[in-house]
């Protein structure tokens, strides 16, 4: 056998033609690979914009309840999915253990400034914005600039504002981001089905233990597979997909049931049964169709919608809605379109879980956050009107893309006009005031921001006004309770004590108990007093901050004024338990530092740092 040459003339070089071929087909494809990420990363880019100025936003509405009071209840990476009963002001009803992770997280990168809290919201949404544009191209059989479409009306959709300038609404968003990769997952044709449906089912039930309305997903997910087009779904006959699809459902179930087993242990109760709305006739149709008209035209915008719209117009715009989701539903049946068909099954079921809202007599029954998932199908829905335009002709295509694009830069500038109410709690109960004139949660919550904000006048109007409003029981105790702080905080602290002992009548309340503690602690150090009465008004305090704790152990404040009475009684080892407790738990900084000065100096401090709370 003759030995190859090492190189010469016209001899062949030891794999250096075939090298160069390899090279050169590498190189072809990675400006390929490039130009296909393209479009993903111009809608993300988009995402990222729209949302850019909600950085700076504040905490806002119940998100300091959430990270002050349900964070140091929660104090292992476990508690969210068992917490303990005596969480204050939990839901109900509440399970959603990977949302308050999420909150962990964010108060560990940002010691608690309310920056990673948004940050972390925006990058989802990014991120859902992204799984858009990977789903619509693949149902709309690969057609890249059909799927832009509809990936960049969802980064720019106004109606996502509330879900994603708000932090505490991130769960819709993060069962959009678990249920498009469960979609994208489930529809690979490199891995065997059983493997295909694990994988999808795991990311189901990380949607579940985020928001109860990614219950949808165990539907839509095993049915995706009959919605998309040939040949991406012809990968095996009818007769083999039907077969292997049936076989598939084994991890869905198994996923919801380990669901209700978390839901149930962590609830401490039995599941919670729906109720129906006092006339489900009008209230179904009725919301189901804002909701629709909502989806297509976001106006007006309103971050809580108290009540059921209800007149002449409400009911023309809903009806309207509803005929025209009826008649495009009967036009994508008679085409087979099945596209259009799983877009539109996509909003009908993932819509479903928030009609049950509508049977809870103390909530809002309408939420924009609710259509954060929805919106995905009519963004399928976009992109493929835009695909069937583009197929009409070149005028067709032409003023299909500037109408797109019209439609795109309003959405843009709408949504970042909207994310300017949700900056601040001011300017967010400004806004929603001014669209309700029946309720009193808008007017109480402008009230109180009005307080924070120093106009203890402006603020005691606003909460009269409330006052006559319809409010809830806890919504009249929370206004008797802020009209005692600012009693007290003009030194009038008779009037205080009546207003928090009006709050008491309503129910007990921490807040108001803390309050009156304060008050009695404050009085107890009067010099003027007699050691008698130092001494009954002492234990008065202590009874009171003793009551608040019994009502919410994880209140660090509450701890500092048991700990003064202690100290005042003589206890100093109790005392200083309950001191450092505080500390465990999180105090402001300067009621943190006098706290740890007085634990150094081991002695009984001449005044307190706590302040009356709203």
Same mark, same amino acid.
């Given at each position: 056998m003759s030995r190859p040459r090492s190189g010469g003339r016209g001899a062949p070089r030891s794999g250096a033609g075939n090298d160069g071929a390899r090279t050169a087909a590498r190189g072809?494809?990675?400006?390929?690979?490039?130009?296909?990420?393209?479009?993903?990363?111009?809608?993300?880019?988009?995402?990222?914009?729209?949302?850019?100025?909600?950085?700076?936003?504040?905490?806002?509405?119940?998100?300091?309840i959430s990270v002050q009071r349900w964070l140091p209840a929660l104090p292992s990476w476990w508690s969210p999915f068992l917490p303990p009963p005596d969480i204050p002001q939990w839901p109900a009803d509440y399970y959603r253990p990977l949302q308050l992770i999420s909150y962990r997280i964010d108060a560990a990168l940002g010691g608690g400034a309310p920056w990673p809290f948004h940050l972390s919201i925006v990058l989802l949404h990014a991120l859902a914005t992204g799984l858009v544009f990977a789903t619509a191209s693949r149902l709309l059989g690969d057609d890249r600039a059909a799927a832009l479409w509809a990936a960049l009306l969802f980064a720019v959709h106004p109606i996502h504002s509330e879900s994603v300038a708000w932090m505490a609404a991130r769960p819709d968003v993060m069962v959009a981001c678990a249920g498009l990769a469960a979609l994208l997952v489930y529809w690979r044709d490199d891995q065997s089905p059983n493997r295909r449906a694990a994988l999808a089912a795991t990311l189901v039930l990380v949607a579940l233990l985020c928001k109860e309305n990614a219950a949808a997903l165990l539907l839509l997910v095993p049915a995706s597979p009959f919605f998309l087009p040939p040949p991406a779904a012809a990968t095996a006959t009818r007769a083999a997909a039907t077969q292997a699809s049936a076989a598939s459902l084994a991890p869905f179930a198994l996923a919801a049931l380990l669901y209700l087993a978390?839901?149930?242990?962590?609830?401490?109760?039995?599941?919670?049964?729906? +109720?129906?709305?006092?006339?489900?006739?009008?209230?179904?149709?009725? #919301?189901?169709?804002?909701?629709?008209?909502?989806?297509?035209?976001?106006?007006?915008?309103?971050?809580?919608?108290?009540?059921?719209? *209800?007149?002449?117009?409400?009911?023309?715009? #809903?009806? +309207?809605?509803?005929? &025209?989701?009826?008649?495009?539903?009967?036009?994508?049946?008679?085409?087979?379109?099945?596209?259009?068909?799983?877009?539109?099954?996509?909003?009908?079921?993932?819509?479903?879980?928030? +009609?049950?809202?509508?049977?809870?007599?103390?909530?809002?029954?309408?939420?924009?956050?609710?259509?954060?998932?929805? *919106?995905?199908?009519?963004?399928?829905?976009?992109?493929?009107?835009? #695909?069937?335009?583009?197929?009409?002709?070149?005028?067709?295509?032409?003023? *299909?893309?500037?109408?797109?694009?019209?439609?795109?830069?309003?959405?843009?500038?709408?949504?970042?006009?909207?994310?300017?109410?949700?900056?601040?709690?001011?300017?967010?109960? *400004?806004?929603?005031?001014?669209?309700?004139?029946?309720?009193?949660?808008?007017?109480?919550?402008?009230?109180?921001?009005?307080?924070?904000?120093?106009?203890? &006048?402006?603020?005691?109007?606003?909460?009269?006004?409330?006052?006559?409003?319809?409010?809830?029981?806890?919504?009249?105790?929370?206004?008797?309770?802020?009209?005692?702080?600012?009693?007290? %905080?003009?030194?009038?602290?008779?009037?205080?004590?009546?207003?928090?002992?009006?709050?008491?009548?309503? %129910?007990?309340?921490?807040?108001?108990?803390?309050?009156l503690g304060l008050i009695a602690l404050q009085r107890a150090r009067d010099p003027a007093r007699d050691a008698a009465a130092s001494a009954a008004l002492n234990r008065e305090a202590r009874q009171h901050f003793e009551r608040s704790l019994a009502a919410n152990p994880f209140d660090a404040e509450c701890h500092v004024g048991l700990g003064y009475t202690l100290q005042a009684e003589g206890d100093a080892a109790a005392a200083r338990r309950h001191f450092e407790q505080a500390l465990d738990l999180g105090l402001p900084p300067a009621q943190a530092e006098a706290v740890r000065r007085m634990l150094g100096a081991d002695t009984q401090p001449s005044s307190t740092t706590a302040e009356p709370r709203p």
């Open positions: 072809s494809a990675a400006p390929a690979s490039a130009a296909r990420l393209l479009p993903a990363a111009a809608t993300i880019a988009l995402a990222l914009a729209a949302y850019a100025n909600t950085l700076g936003h504040q905490l806002v509405w119940d998100d300091p978390l839901r149930r242990a962590g609830m401490h109760q039995a599941l919670l049964g729906s +109720l129906l709305p006092d006339d489900p006739l009008a209230a179904y149709p009725l #919301a189901l169709g804002t909701y629709l008209r909502l989806l297509v035209l976001p106006w007006p915008q309103n971050a809580y919608i108290a009540d059921l719209p *209800s007149g002449p117009a409400a009911w023309t715009g #809903a009806a +309207l809605a509803l005929l &025209a989701g009826g008649a495009l539903l009967a036009w994508a049946w008679r085409r087979r379109d099945r596209t259009a068909l799983f877009a539109l099954a996509w909003i009908g079921l993932t819509l479903a879980p928030s +009609l049950a809202v509508l049977g809870k007599p103390t909530t809002a029954p309408l939420a924009e956050r609710y259509l954060y998932l929805p *919106s995905i199908g009519l963004c399928w829905l976009f992109g493929a009107a835009m #695909a069937g335009a583009a197929r009409l002709g070149a005028r067709a295509a032409l003023a *299909s893309r500037v109408a797109g694009a019209l439609v795109v830069a309003v959405g843009f500038l709408l949504t970042v006009q909207r994310n300017r109410v949700w900056v601040d709690n001011y300017s967010l109960w *400004s806004d929603t005031a001014a669209r309700n004139e029946v309720d009193g949660l808008p007017l109480r919550s402008l009230a109180a921001a009005t307080l924070a904000r120093g106009d203890a &006048a402006a603020a005691e109007r606003l909460f009269h006004q409330a006052l006559a409003r319809r409010n809830t029981v806890a919504g009249r105790r929370l206004i008797y309770n802020n009209l005692g702080t600012i009693a007290l %905080g003009r030194g009038d602290d008779g009037a205080a004590e009546g207003f928090y002992r009006q709050s008491l009548e309503l %129910g007990p309340t921490p807040d108001a108990l803390y309050n």
